[in-house]
């Protein structure tokens, strides 16, 4: 029998190291994503970068497309270098994307400010969910259905907000986003520790899409809710 345990507790630290490098090499990667992230909104920013902004529901969906084209490829190389290519460009890309709402707060005589507000708590929301799914081993793969459903329910919010322009909606579309991204942040991480992600580009990916969408949706709250026009 000694034999025996010996083989399964060689296994089960063999997959206990697999975990931990690939959460190693996601929480690296992220770290990474961050510098073409901010390489392409500062781009944006100089350029004035807009995307079709004569029709916010062709930018809308066409922005769709490219996201999901991107992710679509990164998907089908995560286990080649070009993965790791697609998804920095990715990255970029996204940058860019973000400089419109960056320019929107820079209008604003505390946009600054409300910036690293929203940096600052998108970080420790991070962090301390991270900090949970990873010390507690917890696994909250539960949360998955419902995490997809509030995903959708945000999406064709955000689509009738399109035609309504309502900001009490708006207001509500982003806490529920910031509610919803966060959760998921506490998921993805949670699957990478209890092996249900053994792909560090496919973890980076549904991680950073979070951390992005908890930072745009905490900085539309600061904004309607604290922004001070000049």
Not at 4 to 33: H, P, Y
Not at 61 to 90: P, Q
Not at 203 to 214: E, G, Q, R
């Amino acid at each position: 029998m000694q034999p025996q345990f010996q083989i399964t507790g060689q296994a089960t630290r063999e997959v206990s190291l697999q975990q931990n490098r690939v959460l190693r090499n996601t929480f690296m990667m992220l770290a990474l994503t961050m510098v073409p992230t901010v390489l392409g909104a500062l781009a944006g920013i100089q350029m004035q970068f807009t995307f079709m902004s004569g029709s916010p529901l062709m930018s809308f969906l066409l922005f769709l497309g490219i996201a999901f084209g991107f992710m679509w490829g990164i998907e089908r190389t995560k286990n080649s270098g070009m993965g790791v290519v697609l998804l920095l460009g990715f990255t970029f890309f996204m940058g860019l994307m973000l400089s419109r709402i960056l320019q929107v707060a820079l209008g604003f005589s505390n946009g600054g400010p409300l910036i690293a507000m929203a940096a600052g708590g998108t970080g420790v929301i991070f962090f301390s969910l991270a900090a949970v799914a990873t010390i507690t081993k917890k696994d909250f793969s539960f949360l998955g259905r419902f995490l997809f459903i509030g995903m959708i329910v945000v999406l064709l919010a955000i689509v009738a907000n399109i035609f309504f322009q309502i900001p009490a909606l708006s207001l509500t579309i982003s806490a529920v986003a910031v509610l919803v991204f966060s959760a998921y942040i506490l998921y993805d991480i949670s699957r990478i520790v209890n092996g249900g992600e053994e792909n560090y580009i496919s973890a980076t990916l549904s991680v950073y899409l979070s951390i992005y969408n908890v930072f745009v949706s905490l900085l539309n709250l600061l904004l309607m809710l604290s922004g001070e026009r000049d």
